[in-house]
């Protein structure tokens, strides 16, 4: 049944074939195998086959999906970067280990070496196979500010940590992990990936996506319901936040490590000072070398800002702008079938080829609403999860190193009070 | 220095002592060494006042007063607390007072004012001379400036101090009328003269050294220390931002909007917190600048010191030329040029009677000389004797205090350390309820 649909849409009247295939585009048959397959998802998927449209509808409506943890069939980590060199350029590769029981997997490990060229390939495909579904952002391709090298160490392993989460976001989603795409990402050689990629709509097809957004923003949305412009509001009203708080843990990681610059000269001077001293000398040396550890302990703390809570908020800065885009296809989408319905009012419109058009485009419509409805449901979740856990580790990390200062302060407290009691000990024999 | 887990936090005791609690130990070991003065009475400045006047070339000026409170010991005992005796003085009359004792005193490490001007400032602290903050500092440096003269064995019975505390009129009268002007004049060319001494006393060339360095380190501490907390004061500061930021998100969410809200709170308590803390750490920058300003104190002992030893040997030198001179008449060899020798070789001997005079004022000189020689020789030594005596007194209290400092230095860490770890720990249950 796929095919008829893929047919009526190469024919329809306003939208260039090479581009209509693939707003239906549902990975030619494997998404509709995935249907029948994925049992132990937990999701509320009818695993049996049904092939209208309409029934596929039903199909995306999942719920609270409590049982993913457990049931959890898949496991995918990107570690070890390595570089690659060849005559034309150098670039890094990672390593991908998949462990499943899948089924449709053919064995239950897997360990490729993908690029960062890969996973944006990955992301573009599952991106035009379900336009409004919620894709995790990747890191981006380089760092904009301050002179951060591609190969620097602390980059590639922040980028790594970065596409390891990707990964995990994808194998997470019901949808996406089941794709043919995933899979063929997680599995194939480097040799079945490219030809691989060579098929299916490439650079064109995002193009034409964006042509037909400008046509459609021209015209814009008559009749949006009220939940998506409530959801175009909150992610607003949410870019602005997590942008504000963004730049806020930037900037409180730049004054704490100006603070650790100044704080470093503090201890020599001690110890310089006590090279004068007889009685003192050695409070002096003990308060340099408090000092110095508190430096150490500030430093991990700043690591731990650095590393951690900035490149997930930043993440959700990329995530704003993927909700941004999700919001403009349903739109578009919506756009376009409006479009459809007046078309039918015109005057010497062939009533019939419009009218088939137009249910499969209704059909579409509802659909692309459900899948995002639920796919923003499950994205609040995540990111629920994911800013929670990042500011508790924060805090946490905070609380660690104040109280290991505090036991170097205690301890330089106890040695210097027992000096003294010492000494007064001696002064009224 | 073992690493102190949450077991040994009872027996290091009372680490909730303030970094003012602290300080006040350092004036009741003041009060305890005890002079007769702080025996009988008790000193304050108690307080701080604006003034408007017109200054000597008749302009209008704007100066702050401190009321300067005296009362007796053993009144207060009785049970009623009688109402002090207080007068008003400017920071000039603290000033004439020091300058009077250190031209008095020479030999004495005379203790240094609370600093004329804010220095080492950071952007937080204004450099404003009128600026409340600061005068409540210099208030608390002026009432330790009195209370470390109170407790001098020596400086504490002198007169012009006591009149300072007691006689509101008429104080900078009388301490003109004790003529130290001119000695002021004589001590300042004498401090800024260069001279070389031959026999200097090892000790105080030493302590002169160290005194260099130790306002050099003080110095540089105090400036790395300025620019810390500036940045300090940052960091917390800007974690403010997070708290509203919180707030306004908190608007948007349904679940997550109580935890944020709640996080926020602690997040602005934070950066509200850094405001104390900075306020402590500037208790004890003051303690550090009351030695760097010691430190000049000490090496005004030492050089007068060379001055005196310059002195005795100046005249010592004179003695043994004059000395050398009688022989040379009395022998009629030329042992040294002279021109004298020179211009008798040239226009003819002198005559006996001529000699004789010259003999005869010689011997005059020399007995002065001889006089001379033996006062500064005991000029020395006394100075000596009586420097070194106070510098030793000067040393056991720098390190007693300074280590006093330290300790406050670090109650006040373990009191930042400890509120950090409360909030984080808050923010940190307001965020697992997000």
């Known amino acids: 049944m796929s095919g008829t649909v893929v047919d009526n849409n190469a024919s329809s009247l306003s939208i260039p074939t090479d581009i209509a295939g693939h707003m239906l585009d549902l990975d030619e048959d494997d998404d509709l195998e995935v249907f029948s397959k994925n049992t132990t998802q937990g999701s509320s998927f009818n695993p049996s086959m049904q092939t209208s449209p309409g029934s596929m509808i039903n199909q995306y409506k999942f719920e609270e999906e409590e049982e993913e943890i457990d049931t959890k069939d ?16 150098t670039y890094i590769t990672y390593r991908v280990v998949t462990k499943t029981t899948r089924s449709e997997f053919d064995s239950s490990e897997f360990e490729v070496r993908r690029r960062y060229q890969d ?44 596409l390891n989460r990707f990964l995990n976001r994808i194998a997470d989603h019901p949808i996406f992990s089941s794709t043919e795409d995933f899979r063929i990402f997680l599995t194939a050689d480097i040799g079945a990936l490219t030809s691989h990629k060579k098929q299916g709509p490439g650079f064109l097809s995002r193009m034409g996506e964006s042509v037909r957004g400008l046509a459609a923003t021209v015209r814009g949305v008559r009749n949006r319901p009220e939940e ?72 991990e703390q700043v690591k731990e800002l650095n590393d951690n809570l900035n490149p997930t908020l930043h993440e959700y800065v990329l995530c704003t702008e993927t909700l941004k885009t999700v919001l403009r296809r349903r739109d578009i989408i919506q756009a376009e079938f409006e479009a459809k319905t007046e078309a039918l009012l015109a005057k010497h419109a062939d009533r019939e080829t419009i009218r088939e058009d137009l249910s499969k485009m209704e059909d579409r419509l509802e659909w692309a609403n459900n899948a995002l409805k639920s796919d923003w449901t499950r994205w609040k979740k995540v990111m629920r999860t994911d800013l929670q856990s990042a500011f508790m580790d924060t805090a946490e990390k905070n609380v660690n190193c104040y109280e290991k200062c505090l036991a170097v302060w205690e301890s330089f407290l106890l040695s210097q009070r027992t000096d003294a009691e010492g000494t007064q000990v001696s002064d009224s024999s | 220095m073992a690493d102190s887990g949450s077991g040994d936090i009872a027996v290091i005791g009372n680490t909730d002592l303030t970094p003012s609690e602290s300080e006040n130990n350092i004036k009741n070991t003041m009060v305890e060494k005890g002079t007769n003065l702080l025996k009988r009475m008790e000193i304050g400045v108690a307080e701080a006042e604006k003034r408007t006047g017109k200054n000597a070339v008749n302009m209008q000026e704007t100066y702050t007063v401190y009321l300067v409170e005296t009362r007796a010991v053993d009144a207060s005992s009785e049970g009623t607390t009688p109402v ?64 470390r003269v109170a407790s001098h064995p020596v400086l504490s019975n ?63 501490l105090l400036r790395v220390r300025a620019r810390a907390a500036d940045r300090l004061y940052g960091v917390y500061k800007v974690h403010g931002n997070y708290g509203r930021v919180f707030s306004e998100w908190s608007a948007i969410e349904k679940e997550m909007g109580d935890g944020l809200q709640s996080a926020g709170h602690h997040m602005d308590a934070y950066a509200a917190s850094v405001d104390d803390i900075l306020e402590e750490e500037e208790h004890y920058a003051d303690q550090l600048k009351e030695y760097l300003f010691y430190a000049d104190a000490l090496r005004a002992v030492c050089r007068k010191h060379e001055l005196t030893q310059f002195e005795l040997e100046m005249a010592a030198q004179d003695l043994i030329s004059k000395k050398q001179q009688q022989e040379e008449l009395a022998t ?54 009586s420097a070194w005596v106070d510098i030793e007194r000067f040393k056991e209290q720098k390190d007693h205090d300074l280590r006093e400092a330290l300790i406050s230095y670090a109650i006040m860490q373990i009191s930042m350390c400890k509120k950090g770890i409360q909030v984080w720990n808050n923010a940190k249950e307001c965020f697992s309820k997000m």
């Open chain 1, 119 to 162: 996973f944006l390939w990955l992301k573009a495909r599952l991106e035009e196979a379900h336009p409004t579904l919620i894709v995790h952002p990747l890191p981006e391709k380089f760092v904009m500010k301050g002179m951060v090298e591609r190969f620097n160490e602390n980059f590639i392993e922040t980028r790594r940590k970065a």
């Open chain 2, 84 to 147: 002090p005796d207080s007068l008003w003085r400017r920071y000039s009359e603290f000033e004439l007072l020091k300058n009077y004792l250190l031209v008095t005193y020479p030999f004495l490490v005379v203790p240094p004012l609370p600093e004329k001007r804010a220095e080492f400032v950071w952007h937080k602290l204004s450099a404003d001379n009128m600026d409340p903050d600061f005068v409540e500092r210099r208030r608390v440096g002026l009432e330790n400036f009195l209370l």
């Open chain 1, 228 to 299: 998506f412009t409530a959801m175009q509001e909150y992610v607003e009203a949410f870019g602005q936040n997590i942008s504000s708080l963004d730049k806020v843990t930037q900037r409180i990681v730049r004054e704490q490590k100006e603070y650790l610059e100044d704080l470093k000269e503090c201890a020599p001077t001690y110890t310089l000072w006590s090279n004068s001293e007889e009685e003192l000398a050695e409070p002096l040396r003990g308060m340099a070398s408090c000092l110095e550890r508190c430096f150490t302990e500030t430093e």
């Open chain 1, 74 to 89: 898949i496991f995918v980590t990107v570690d070890d970067p390595e570089s690659y060199v060849t005559a034309i350029e």
């Open chain 2, 158 to 220: 002198d007169k012009i101090f006591y009149s300072f505390l007691t006689e509101e009129n008429g104080w900078k009268e009388s301490v003109f009328e004790t003529g130290f002007q001119a000695k002021a004049d004589s001590r300042l060319k004498a401090l800024n003269a260069t001279f070389r001494v031959k026999n200097a006393d090892k000790r105080f060339a030493d302590m002169k050294h160290y005194g260099d360095e130790l306002q050099s380190v003080i110095s540089q």
């Open chain 2, 332 to 385: 009629g060899t030329l042992r040294t040029f002279s021109l004298k020798g020179m211009t008798s070789k040239l226009f003819g001997q002198e005559t006996p009677e001529q000699r004789e005079t010259k003999l005869k004022m010689l011997e005059t000189q020399i007995e002065e000389g001889e006089e001379l020689v033996k006062e500064k020789n005991t000029e020395c030594e006394e100075f000596v004797k």
